[in-house]
């Protein structure tokens, strides 16, 4: 009777696809065993295609480090509201270079650049993934942390660019705008402005906000990103938020590279 | 043995995030548990952000109602086919004044702005929400009520409009433009025009549809949204669906405010 | 004691949605049980139009197959994410002649086209399907297909074109567009080159990436698909990715549909 009480928990749990999401949670393998397993089994294509351009190819291309791509391709799909893929690439962030701090101010700051509950989704798969690694977040900063010298004439521009076309517009969005963003989230020192901006970079691409990519892509290269990691973001990111997201941007990309390159 | 058993199934499901859901679902406070404490432990600067910025300063502004915010929120979570903030939300809405009636009008509106998977699954959280709440929904109007008078003169515009533009390259889009929403939908009487026009204008932002924007604005400021509370309406979507789908409507919604008021 | 633990786990798992989920999945009825008692339930008037308009009117239109809708639909649904919907309309689809292969290579394609993760959460979603339906798919084909033969004089343009804008702005996004995508991926013999661009333009009109419309529509048409079912496409489409989307859309169809039948 025991038995068969633990095979129906476990048939229906499996039928909910909840062992499964167990399984790639815990999974710190480059592919989640069940999540492989359903690609190989429905679409054996795919899963050759991701072996032969993701993981032999795309991953090792000297253009941008597998920090870096780690970064860009966790940003996307938290843009993207995916907890499926997650899970797997944040273990690849982790075991790239990526410190559990820089994974909490990433989450935070894609709370205000790709959508509140984004984020909310990404922290309850983090704690998961913390957890299993058993990653003592005791030391992840809360509010409080020792701001960056903020650039103040930098941000004296940008917020009488801002005030002039929106302050009337909507003083709310201006406000927290300031506040929030440019005093402070952006001054945190926990994880870099180039990486800051690439994350953010990488969110505006996914989301197909474009509109905002010639700000953020100039702001990231200001703050140290090369014109080459710059492209090779583009490649990672097409992999990631699929081809058209990537075909959107290659001209806004290609003017901000021309405006840093005068003829 | 049993308990044993017990404690499989408890941790298969705190893994599987199951437990969390649910508990999510139950949850009528401010900030479902879980959640709260998974942002907490990996983010816990974004969890101080959320305090600061969300729930002590933009719920109390007095531009926008917290009856309209819960609107405006709702619609935004729907159209991100957000399922993890939307229970706390809808609970939020139900508190401020917003009838469950409004709620079923909110998604069936969307069902045709912001998908129709995205209005059944904010379907199936609201089922959860009202249960929890012992809501009764068998006055929850269906097909049949009584219609709102049509305003014939700015229908037979719209109509004639759409027609020139588009009736030749999908006379099935047109036709069904005309049928289910102008005709149907949006005469409905258990959401006042205004406020199916704000749900609408916000599922715009949020997805991105700015270009639909000028249209749905125009017709929410004529049915009784005063500029304030647009304007007010970014500031409360810019935390939700984050700042770039904001600041890529912010033109557009200054646009709308000057052809409304000529120099 | 046995029976309190069975209890318990059946009420967990309904509250957390995890069985409702699995019936979803095995439903091969129209509308998956669950799913439509909560539409039912808490919006009433979203079912009467889905039964109205959506199942007795639009399924029937005969500008477009059933067999094409069920393409368009499941296109979108990848492209959305939402796999709430996906398993009903994934057996819609093999009902209406598309085969498990056909299946596959959608979502392959899909995984280039709306992102690799929707694609992964998709494959999930089929397995599912598949077993319940018993379907074998021993024959899907893997990686080694008998490719069609390429059309080298149109492949070339296409190539120096992308070459000639992009080329310096992101190496990598050329190299593997050519390399994965129209020398291997469009050259898949078991997905008609029609059906793979008519999936291609959905993808592209649900995500909302209306610039890459043109070059896709074309390829489309030139590939068989008629004007008359393009434009069904978008009626089909305004009840999955919304109105919104493809009141976006139509200027773009406008204008390929123009160019294509000077006057």
Not at 31 to 37: C, L, Q, V
Not at 65 to 74: A, G, I, P, Y
Not at 146 to 164: C, G, H, I, Q
Not at 212 to 227: C, E, F, I, K, S
Request: charged residues 20%; glycine residues 4%.
């Amino acid at each position: 009777m025991i038995n068969r009480i633990f095979l129906v928990i476990v048939s229906l749990l499996l039928m909910s696809g909840c062992v499964s999401h167990t399984k790639q949670n815990r999974s710190p393998k480059m592919i989640p065993e069940d999540t492989h397993a359903a690609v190989t089994t429905v679409a054996p294509a795919m899963a050759a295609y991701a072996e032969r351009f993701i993981e032999k190819s795309l991953w090792n291309r000297p253009e941008l480090s597998r920090r870096d791509r780690s970064l860009v391709t966790m940003a996307a799909l938290i843009s993207r509201n995916d907890t499926v893929e997650l899970p797997h690439y944040l273990n690849v962030a982790l075991d790239s270079g990526v410190t559990p701090t820089e994974i909490a101010e990433t989450i935070t700051h894609l709370a205000f650049y790709a959508g509140w509950s984004n984020a909310t989704s990404a922290a309850l798969v983090a704690r998961n993934v913390f957890a299993q690694r058993h990653i003592d977040t005791a030391s992840v900063p809360g509010e409080k942390v020792d701001f960056l010298p903020l650039d103040k004439e930098a941000e004296n521009k940008r917020a009488t660019m801002v005030e002039s076309n929106f302050g009337k517009v909507s003083p709310g969005v201006v406000k927290y705008t300031t506040d929030a963003l440019f005093l402070d989230l952006w001054l945190r020192p926990d994880l870099a402005p180039r990486d800051r901006s690439l994350v953010t970079v990488s969110a505006l691409v996914t989301a197909g906000q474009v509109a905002q990519v010639p700000y953020h892509l100039n702001r990231a290269m200001d703050n140290g990103l090369t014109q080459e990691q710059a492209s090779e973001v583009l490649t990672q990111l097409a992999f990631v938020a699929g081809w058209p997201n990537i075909f959107s941007a290659l001209p806004v990309f290609k003017e901000v590279f021309a405006g840093r390159n005068p003829a």
